[in-house]
């Protein structure tokens, strides 16, 4: 029962670079979220998915792409990375709200 | 719009202390709550929830009694210990929530003292 994991674990960048962070779920879950998380600023949603080839743009989506070709992978892509997007990304997926989410052990992506 | 407000950090605590985490929230409609809970180099793990008034969650030794007339869900222990040195987080969901979305808190860091 592996429920959510993300690969990379950890990546160094330079800018401009680009990238896909992938996010594999096996509990059939409708909905995925990719966060980011950096010092002092809590989880802030960069998009989300309520389900197969859907995708919407969260709190904070500039800089960043997605896409959720099969239920269970939603895909994070940094097309040209900044330093600005050094963070720690983290994947969740969800049944239903009432059931809260499960996420992934997080990627720490530093852009130098 | 939905919101937690938690207390802020870091909260600092010998081991055998009580341990209180303040959460209020404002939110359209009637939400579910839930407390997360974070450890050093790793993801978010539900540590408890409630999803109506009056309900109180509890897990490992934390508990968290959902109140409506205060819209608070304080995460309390009676005896905290090393391992419990953690970021926790509040959040809530409400109905119909077209994204099926959690609101979080800020997170509170607390940090237990041999």
């Known amino acids: 029962n592996a429920g959510v994991t993300q690969t990379p674990k950890f990546r160094v960048l330079k800018t401009g670079q680009s990238m896909t962070l992938l996010c594999a779920q096996d509990?059939?879950?409708?909905?995925m979220y990719w966060y980011r998380q950096d010092p002092g600023m809590g989880l802030r949603l960069i998009h989300y998915?309520?389900?197969?080839?859907?995708?919407a743009k969260g709190e904070v989506p500039d800089g960043y792409n997605v896409s959720r070709l099969k239920k269970q992978n939603f895909l994070l892509g940094l097309e040209s990375a900044a330093p600005s997007q050094t963070s720690v990304y983290f994947c969740?997926?969800?049944?239903?709200?009432?059931?809260?989410?499960?996420f992934g052990s997080g990627t720490r992506l530093t852009v130098v | 719009g939905d919101s937690v407000t938690q207390m802020e950090g870091p909260v600092t605590l010998s081991e055998e202390a009580f341990l209180t985490i303040n959460c209020t929230y404002t939110?359209?409609?009637?939400?579910?709550l839930f407390w997360y809970v974070q450890y050093p180099g790793e993801g978010l793990q539900l540590l408890l929830k409630?999803?109506?008034?009056?309900d109180k969650g509890s897990n490992k030794g934390f508990e968290a009694t959902y109140r409506k007339e205060t819209t608070s869900f304080h995460l309390e222990k009676g005896s905290v210990q090393v391992s419990d040195s953690a970021v926790y987080f509040c959040?809530?969901?409400?109905?119909?929530?077209?994204?099926?979305?959690?609101?979080f808190g800020g997170g509170t860091r607390l940090m237990v003292k041999p």
């Open positions: 969740a997926s969800s049944r239903t709200a009432l059931y809260g989410y499960t």
């Open positions: 509990m059939n879950h409708e909905y």
């Open positions: 998915s309520v389900g197969e080839g859907t995708t």
């Open positions: 939110a359209t409609g009637y939400p579910s």
């Open positions: 409630a999803t109506k008034a009056d």
């Open positions: 959040a809530l969901s409400t109905p119909n929530n077209a994204g099926n979305m959690l609101t």
